[in-house]
Structures are given as structure tokens and as C-alpha cells.
């Protein structure tokens, strides 16, 4: 039989398991660039040249420069996001019904809402806790399955079986947390998980998530099951090519941009939409002693990679998809187009593309929606719109797109590092 190589699925798996939230995925990717010999400058001066980094919330941005960069040098960058549909505690999460105390929950992003049923669910996020001079941001994670969403049993409902059933996101995916009697407030929890007092508590971004671990799946061990394969999947396969291509200083200065709130349009301060590419890539020319005509050179000769899940043909849905760019798991990246825009690939980055994967030796794919179905987007349209410099949309293909438990091919992420790598290093 044959024996796939899982080496880089193996090495995903734990960074899946370790990233329940956008914040939590940070600070993985924080320990891996810190294991390589980045450096924080969030809250210190940035120098030249050096590997470094800076992040805010569920964003980070890194960059590698050699001592022959110049401030007019163009930059290969990588950008992904952090951020996956899921459910977020409500505020004012106490809520009850005949008996039962549950957590009034906010769909976030286009949740895939029957993914989340009969799951068992532990809690995670960030809190910001009361200090003597303040307050502090504290992250939290308890794996422990305290939540959950079970379905309507098939009796209860005629509907379920003729068409499935219909959720409703206010009324059906209240987490039950426990009976009224011995379930304690949120606030209180969370002040224990925080061993804080209740009134230290001031606020949260709290979120359920699914407690399967990360696998490798399928007979023939070809296929990936995770949460959060869109997009945490890009984002770690960019931090694996970004400290590859420190190693290998190329003429261009290599980075990756990791943004939060994708899935909701990317307009906020850690989203695609703020200028944390531009803002960083001036810091780093004024390092240099860069003018205007430096940047203005440097935006000529910038590539971005906008990097995130691939829709692979679905078997059982084919018709969904566009019959002439059928996308097959394992064989090889995807590079998305869209005539509209919903994708940022034009004909220049996608031949750049196709370079990249010739150098890197892998196979690749090309995809476009249906053209009478509407296209889903990235981070790519507004990175383009925003920098004013190349941009391409490129993934790796996977199926069930924002289920609480995705799936890919073992053997595309692999190739699409290499790919990144290439880029980075050209
Ligand atoms: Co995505």
C-alpha cells in the first residue's frame, strides 16, 4: 500500500490543536518565530538588518531582513488569516429555559450551523482582567467539554427528515452549560479559570470550540480533519516558508501578514482592511534610510501571496461546482480567479504563480466558481486595493469550507510551503 509522507501533516497537527481562537494562534506562531530567532519589536524600536516581528490581538506580522536588503527592495509577502467561523459568548450570556442554564451565544462569520451540534465543546479566548494600575490582557483555555448543542431528536420533528433541519441562529445554538441549581455565572467561571476575583472580570472574547484533536484521516492516511484548516492552515505553512527563506536571503525582504476578522470583512484594527502591511514596510525603509522613490520602487517589485482554503470538488455536490476546474485534494495548490475581483490573481501574478510552483516542483490547480453562483473572497482584493502592489489568491483545496471540522490532503500543504518558499526567495 502506499505510505503517503505525513511529516508536514504531523507538524500541523499540534498547531491546530494549540489555536483554538485567532489569539491563540498567535502565540503559536509567536513560539515557532521565537524558536527561529525572531524577535517582538511590538513594543520596541524595529532595526536593520533582522528577523522580527509584532502583533496585536489575533495579528502578527514578521519579516526577515539581510544586510544587503536596500529600502527601495521589494517585499514577498504571504498573507492569511486567523480568524474561523465559530460561535462567541454574548456579554450578557446568562440565559435559561425549562430548567437548563445555557450561554447566550453570537454567530460569528458563516458558521456551517449543524457542524456544531452533539460536539463537545471546550471554551477559550482572551480577558481582560482588573490590575492595581489597570487592566491586563489575559488569554484562557479550559479543554474540558462544558458546552454543548444537541440536536432536536428525529421524532420531535417531521420537517428533519424530508429536509433536513432548519437552525435558526438565535434560537438553536444556545450552549446548554448546566442544571440552574449548581451552574455557576459566567463572570464566576471565568474568574476562577482566571484564579482572579469576579469583579476583577471586565470583559471577554470568548469562544466554544470542538475538542477532536487534529488527524490524519482516510485508508490510505491521505487526508487531513481539523477545525480551523481555513485558514490556520495557511498561516502556519507561512511561518514554516518565512524561516525557511531567512535561512536563503534572496534580493526581496520575505513576510507574512496574519489578520484577524476575515470572515467578517476584514474592517478592523487587526483586519486586512488597516494598513499593517504598509505601515510595517515603512518602518522598515525608514530603518533603511529609504525616500518616497525608494517605496514607490519597492511597491513595483512587491508580491503578495494571498493564501487561504481552495473549494475541492465536492463528489456528492459536483454540480456545484464549475465542471472545466474540478479541484482534486492532494493534487497540488490551488490558484483562485475571479473575473469580479472576489479573487486578486490577474494574468501577471498568475504566471508568477506558476513560476513558483515549477521552482518548487509542484503540482498546482486553478479554480473559478461557477460563474451564476456568487464567489467567496480573501484578503487579497483588499491587501491589492489598500498597497497598490501584485497580489495573487492561491490555496490549498479542502472540503465541509467553515464546518466546525474541515478536511484537506496531506500532501498539499507540503507543496504549498514550498511554493511560498519559492516566492519568498525569487
Ligand atoms: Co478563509
Given amino acids: 500500500m502506499h505510505q503517503p509522507d505525513l511529516t508536514v501533516a504531523n507538524a500541523l497537527l499540534p498547531r491546530f490543536d494549540a489555536s483554538p481562537t485567532p489569539y491563540h494562534a498567535v502565540q503559536t506562531v509567536i513560539a515557532q518565530l521565537t524558536a527561529a ?16 516581528f509584532w502583533h496585536d ?81 489575559r488569554l484562557f483555555r479550559d479543554d474540558r467539554p462544558i458546552l454543548r448543542v444537541p440536536q432536536l431528536a428525529i421524532h420531535l420533528d417531521d420537517d428533519i427528515r424530508a429536509t433536513g433541519l432548519k437552525l435558526n441562529q438565535q434560537r438553536h ?8 441549581a ?42 487531513i480533519a481539523s477545525a480551523r484548516i481555513d485558514n490556520q492552515l495557511s498561516c502556519f505553512l507561512a511561518v514554516d516558508a518565512l524561516i525557511q527563506a531567512a535561512d536563503q536571503p534572496g534580493s526581496r525582504i520575505p513576510m507574512i501578514g496574519l ?29 533603511l534610510g529609504g525616500s518616497a522613490e525608494d517605496a514607490a520602487r519597492s511597491r513595483r517589485d512587491t508580491l503578495v501571496i494571498s493564501a487561504d482554503g481552495a473549494h475541492a470538488t465536492h463528489p456528492n455536490y459536483a454540480d456545484r461546482h464549475e465542471p472545466d476546474h474540478q479541484i482534486h485534494l492532494n493534487a497540488g495548490p490551488v490558484l483562485k480567479v475571479n473575473a469580479n475581483q ?11 504563480f506558476e513560476l513558483a510552483c515549477e521552482a518548487a516542483g509542484s503540482p ?23 498597497m497598490g502592489v501584485a497580489v495573487l489568491d492561491a490555496g490549498c483545496p479542502q472540503l465541509a ?14 507543496h504549498f510551503a514550498a511554493v511560498m518558499h519559492e516566492a519568498m526567495i525569487a
Fill in 37 to 52: 530567532g525572531f524577535v517582538d519589536v511590538s513594543e520596541s524600536a524595529a532595526s536593520v538588518p533582522g528577523r522580527q
Fill in 57 to 137: 490581538g489575533g495579528a502578527l506580522i514578521a519579516w526577515a531582513t539581510a544586510p544587503d536588503h536596500t529600502a527601495a527592495a521589494g517585499y514577498r509577502i504571504v498573507g492569511a488569516h486567523t480568524d474561523s467561523p465559530n460561535l462567541r459568548i454574548k456579554p450578557n450570556p446568562e440565559t435559561q429555559s425549562t430548567g437548563w442554564k445555557q450561554l447566550g451565544v453570537e454567530v460569528y462569520g458563516g458558521v456551517l450551523l449543524n457542524s456544531w451540534l452533539d460536539r463537545d465543546l471546550g471554551l477559550a479566548g482572551r480577558a481582560v482582567v482588573r490590575t492595581p494600575d489597570g487592566a491586563a490582557t
Fill in 173 to 180: 445554538m444556545v450552549p446548554i452549560w448546566g442544571g440552574l
Fill in 182 to 223: 449548581e451552574t455557576p455565572d459566567f463572570r464566576t467561571y471565568l474568574a476562577d479559570a482566571l484564579d482572579v476575583d469576579a469583579d476583577q472580570v471586565l470583559s471577554w472574547d470568548a469562544m466554544p470550540f470542538d475538542l477532536t484533536p487534529a488527524a490524519v484521516v482516510g485508508l490510505n492516511q491521505e487526508f
Fill in 259 to 287: 489578520f484577524d476578522h476575515e470572515e467578517v470583512g476584514s474592517v478592523s484594527a487587526t483586519g486586512a482592511a488597516a494598513p499593517l502591511l504598509s505601515s510595517t514596510i515603512a518602518r522598515i525603509q525608514e530603518q
Fill in 342 to 352: 472576489r479573487y486578486a490573481t490577474d494574468a501577471i501574478t498568475a504566471a508568477a
Fill in 364 to 386: 498546482m490547480q486553478r479554480f473559478v466558481t461557477r460563474t451564476d453562483l456568487r464567489c467567496g473572497s480573501t484578503i487579497g482584493p483588499a491587501t491589492a486595493a489598500l
Fill in 401 to 414: 469550507m467553515h464546518s466546525a471540522r474541515e478536511m484537506c490532503g496531506v500532501a498539499d500543504p507540503g
